[in-house]
């Protein structure tokens, strides 16, 4: 039986295009799930977007639009976006699908009323639309969320809240244990330094607005009057998307989930709410979980709110899908914030990609379509270095991608220094001896790179194996 391997992504929520922040996400992922199957892993890659909003509802209002259509439209750029940037996800969850994931989210919520965690109460609170979360006054600055810059809405609701204080021990003892293993560690002391703070019971419901179309958010079991927080049910995503509370067979195979790749934002309702979730629901805790850094731009997080965004679309019809992976896989650290300007990438397509990559691809192969009367023989076991396993299972994707250029840099300097043009007219045999030499480690060049940029690995590897090279790469701009 293969290994499974199981990686989620945030569900974004679609009430506008997203942007580099977003592709960013959904690239590290794509890295990961790519480099499991490469270990010929079972893998199952989930993706999706988070609809029950009231963000939704305001975006929808604002563009004149009916908000189930408006959702789908959004939701169609999602895709289109994940499609240019080859995103290779299996599944794509829609919480407003009330086949797939609403089944599942109840049945979920039961079970946490089974275990007596969910209890009524009057709540008088701050509500954040753009966080989708009661805040304290403590957060406000001028009366205003930092984050948002918007004055919060001042609610007085029943609500049903869910115990999450019961399970402030267990989840100290799992994440410090590393039995649900949150990287990197400052994010791992991060949230146990939250834990010790004093985890509060959060509201999980919220009393049905008579402006919320119908089809907008997951029914309370038993009570028709409230719908889930939408926390609560987006959570869910990960285990409905695998048929939990309707149809178990994938849930079986995939459940826990290896990996929750997410940003940093939304560390606490990952690390702390839905782990609690599972644990009154008497289910297993993902294996896992990954939190990336910001992309800035000016300095600042890169956000539709702020208005500092870099339309990843944009990117692309200049450089190409593979070389924005390149640079957002190898330039960004996985762990912190990372700043990105446009002179910063166009420096570093040119330099590495055009003058690095594509350059040396062109050269190895020409000398090799020249001079080899036939292709070289293809290795037979496939040989991956253990330093570059290492550095993926420790999600320091930037560093496996460091690995590879090290070696288009070792393979340069042999050219230069081993002058395989003049040698082979020299000695022919020697030559094309040491042309070979440089094929094959070209070749391991480009399936070190399949997790990456795997366009650019599948035509290295076919100039390989086809003697031939192929068309410029990366084109000067
Ligand atoms: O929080 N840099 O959705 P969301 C890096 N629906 N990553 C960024 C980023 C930036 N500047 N901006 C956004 C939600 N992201 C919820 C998730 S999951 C059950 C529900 C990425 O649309 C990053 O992954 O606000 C961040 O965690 C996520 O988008 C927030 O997306």
């Not at 709110?305 to 593979?322: F, K, Q, R, S, V």
């Not at 020299?426 to 480690?441: F, N």
Request: glycine content about 6%.
């Amino acid at each position: 039986m293969k290994k499974t391997f199981y990686l989620t992504t945030p569900i974004f929520y679609p009430n506008a295009k997203l942007h580099l922040g977003h592709a960013y996400t959904m690239t590290l992922a794509d890295a990961l799930a790519r480099s499991h199957r490469l270990r010929e892993e079972n893998v199952y890659f989930l993706a999706g977007s988070d609809e029950n909003t009231q963000k939704m509802v305001d975006a929808a209002a604002k563009a004149g639009t009916e908000p189930i259509a408006f959702l789908d439209g959004i939701v169609q750029n999602f895709m289109k976006l994940y499609s240019s940037l080859n995103i290779s996800y299996d599944q794509f969850i829609r919480t407003t699908d009330t086949r797939v994931h609403w089944p599942g989210a109840q049945a979920l919520w039961e079970k946490i009323v089974a275990a007596g965690d969910l209890y009524k109460k009057e709540y008088r609170g701050l509500y954040c639309v753009g966080h989708e979360a009661f805040i304290t006054e403590k957060e406000l600055v001028d009366g205003k969320c930092l984050d948002h810059g918007t004055v919060p809405e001042e609610l007085s609701e029943e609500n049903y809240f869910f115990r999450l204080s019961k399970y402030a021990g267990a989840l100290r003892q799992k994440i410090e244990s590393d039995e649900l293993r949150i990287v990197p560690q400052s994010r791992k002391n991060e949230i146990l330094s939250f834990i010790d703070s004093g985890l509060e019971d959060v509201s999980f419901s919220r009393p049905r607005r008579a402006n919320w179309p119908k089809g907008l958010g997951v029914p309370v079991p038993g009570d028709d009057s409230q719908i889930m927080y939408v926390w609560c049910d987006a959570l869910a995503n990960y285990i409905t998307a695998l048929g939990f509370g309707r149809d178990d067979a994938l849930f079986q195979e995939f459940w826990p989930a290896n990996v929750h790749v997410i940003g940093k934002d939304i560390l606490r309702f990952h690390a702390a709410i839905w782990p609690a979730m599972l644990l009154s629901a008497e289910l297993p805790l993902p294996e896992s979980i990954f939190v990336h850094g910001f992309i800035t731009s000016g300095g600042r997080k890169m956000s539709k709110t702020l208005g500092n965004i870099i339309d990843p679309e944009e990117l692309i019809e200049t450089y190409g899908a593979e070389a924005i992976r390149y640079f957002l896989l190898r330039h960004i650290s996985p762990f912190e914030d990372g700043e990105i300007t446009r002179e910063g990438f166009k420096d570093a397509y040119t330099a590495n990609l055009t003058n690095g990559l594509g350059n040396l691809v062109a050269r190895v192969m020409k000398l090799a379509e020249t001079h080899l009367p036939k292709p070289v023989e293809r290795p037979k076991a496939e040989h991956f270095p253990q330093e570059y396993w290492d550095a993926l299972n420790g999600y320091e994707i930037n560093r496996a991608v460091d690995m590879v250029w090290s070696r288009i840099q070792r393979l340069d300097e042999r050219i230069t220094n081993e002058e395989p043009f003049t040698l082979v007219k020299k000695d022919a045999e020697r030559g094309r001896a040491l042309i070979g030499e440089l094929v094959i480690e070209l070749y391991w060049v480009g399936r070190l790179l399949n997790p990456f940029m795997p366009n650019t690995s599948a035509t290295i590897k076919k100039a390989v194996l086809e003697n031939k090279k192929p068309e410029n790469l990366f084109p000067r701009l």
